[in-house]
């Protein structure tokens, strides 16, 4: 990005920034997607509110779909319970585009209770670790209930490291098993975020948004745009490779999680002016 066009970039994500902070801009930014991928929320950014106020603050913040964790509605809730929460979730005018992190072993019966769960939320998407020795059952599993598993990288270390550990153990498997690429640990795992959406074209499910201050191992999450990230590339990167329509797009926002709000509207000002940078320019 010329010097130009990012300091027209960062004035336009000010302006945005300043139109959320007085509920101007929730419903107006979304015009310009069109029917592209929704901007969500990873609720784990909203751990430090209970599940009702977290839904409601990422709705008054503008986003159109959630990413739920664990710790927000667990694997083993009630029928009733996430009847409950579908219903809030959709008064609210918000979508679910996905669950996780899960684990997957090698235990097949174990593995099929994380997809009727699944199912019964409703989602597309399951966002996961999973065991090398699971695939043969996951396999299967994406064909019965045709819902995509997203393989999620975390950093220096974990065995999903770099993107070519996900295309490794995705390679001769079906095509709904693929990729949710965090995009700050890739930075942290000295990855071009751009450049890894491009190898992961046509098996990217998922994508967690976040910026890191440095691109090494222990790091400081940061706002959208001022660490490693250039996000409108990004959004270039995820328009050209085709990302879907129901693809789990989920900011996620790890710092101060007592009161995240501030940082969070910030971010997704970021992330809309550079959708519509992306999709004014394709």
Not at 131 to 155: P, T
């Amino acid at each position: 990005m010329s010097l130009q066009n990012r300091r027209r970039f960062l004035h336009n994500s000010s302006l945005l920034a300043a139109m959320t902070a007085c509920g101007a801009l929730p419903r107006l930014a979304h015009a310009a997607e069109g029917n592209g991928p929704k901007l969500g929320i990873q609720l784990y950014s909203l751990r430090g509110y209970q599940r009702e106020e977290a839904l409601k603050y990422a709705a008054e913040i503008g986003f159109e779909q959630v990413e739920f964790y664990s710790g927000m509605l667990a694997l083993n809730a009630s029928d009733e319970e996430i009847a409950a929460t579908k219903q809030q979730v959709a008064d609210l005018g918000l979508s679910i585009s996905g669950h996780g992190v899960n684990r997957f072993t090698k235990d097949a019966a174990e593995n099929r209770k994380i997809f009727e769960f699944a199912k019964k939320l409703g989602t597309p998407c399951i966002t996961a670790d999973p065991d090398l020795d699971s695939f043969d059952s996951l396999n299967e599993l994406v064909k019965e209930f045709d819902i995509r598993v997203a393989i999620h990288n975390h950093g220096p270390t974990h065995r999903y490291n770099k993107a070519i550990d996900v295309l490794r153990v995705i390679e001769g498997r079906d095509e709904r098993i693929g990729a949710c690429a965090d995009l700050g640990h890739y930075i942290r795992s000295g990855q071009n975020a751009p450049e890894v959406i491009r190898l992961l074209k046509g098996r990217l499910y998922g994508i967690h948004l976040k910026d890191f201050a440095e691109m090494k191992d222990k790091t400081k999450g940061v706002i959208l745009g001022k660490g490693h990230l250039n996000v409108e590339e990004v959004f270039t990167e995820l328009h050209l490779a085709g990302f879907p329509a129901n693809g789990a797009l989920s900011l996620e926002y790890e710092e101060n999680p007592q009161n995240p709000l501030a940082d969070i509207r910030e971010c997704y000002s970021v992330a809309r002016t550079a959708m519509a940078a992306a999709v004014s320019a394709n």
